[in-house]
């Protein structure tokens, strides 16, 4: 769960501006954020994610971040099963294995079975292609879209209490 402190030096950081730095007089010379900091990619991604991206890995970068996310969803939910069907067990709002809300109104269940669809979708969709395809992107852009959307489920188990690292 992200504290207050977490939040601040998060908007700090996406507000930081070189051209706001230079001629502070000090002769520092500051270096500008790394995308993972303008993009808020979440920092419990094993560092392999970070280096795959800083070398131009982007394709490998996005299949490692989506395999850490199925990892956290098997630890907390005691399966081992992997992709879709994982996720569709896992999150199913008639009998979840984790439950990301307490599913007492129809706006709860109906956001269970949302991200039910979004897990799904992410391995199936994101994850998978990197396991099986041999050409893919390797545009940063893509991979960074990847990523946030990644670090939106990994923050949405936060938020229901499930830990991450």
Known sequence: MATALDQFEFIVRRTWAPEAREGDGEGLSHKPPHPFELRNVHPAFPPKVKKLFDDSHC????????????????????????????????????????????????SEQDEQ?????????????????????????????????HLAFASLLLRRLERSGFKTV
């Open 59 to 106: 394709a490998e970068a996005t299949f490692h971040a989506f395999k850490f996310v199925e990892k956290v969803v098997q630890q907390h939910s005691g399966k081992q099963e992997s992709g879709q069907k994982l996720m569709l067990a896992v999150f199913d709002k008639n009998k979840p294995l984790i439950k990301l809300n307490p599913l007492l109104t129809q």
């Open 113 to 145: 079975e949302g991200y039910r669809f979004m897990f799904s979708g992410a391995v199936q969709g994101i994850r998978n292609p990197g396991g099986h395809e041999i050409e893919l992107s390797d545009d940063p852009d893509v991979c960074l879209d």
